[in-house]
Structure formats: C-alpha cells, structure tokens
C-alpha cells in the first residue's frame, strides 16, 4: 500500500536501523519480515490502515482522515464557533 514499498515504513533514524549490519533492500521478503518481527523498532510509528488507506508517521493533519466524517464535521464546527467568539 506504499509508494516505495517497504521503504517507507523503515525508520532510518531509529537506534535499531542504525545497529543493522545488513542492507534491507538485499532481503528476501520473507528475511525481512523476520528481521522486522525481530526488531519491531525498525517501523516507522504510528502505522495506521483501514480499508482504504493507509497512514505511516506521525501527521496530525493526515491522522484526522481516518477520523469518521461526523466526528470531523463536528470538530470543525466547534473551531469555527471558537473562532467567532474572538
């Protein structure tokens, strides 16, 4: 479900990625599963999915999508209420 593949769930700036002595794009995908199953620190976090999309990282803004759209409806017109009492 990503553009890059599994490129964009590894976190390069994580304590385990920089431990790794082996290059993740030479992994079979079965080795590589393991290696994640392994060391779980290598995922980059929050990994969100629902039946559409997917979310990898933290980002507020993209986060609020998998928010069902009533919910979200609702927050934004407690924000414009807020906003016209100032």
Known sequence: MTVHGTEDIISKRSKAYAQL???????????????LQDEPG???????IDDRRM??????DEIRRFLPRKIRKMELAEAQRKADMI
């Open 21 to 35: 002595k082996t290059d993740l794009d030479e992994l079979p995908m079965n080795k590589l599963y393991q290696l």
């Open 42 to 48: 290598l995922l980059r976090r929050p990994i969100i």
């Open 55 to 60: 979310q990898v990282g933290y980002n507020e």
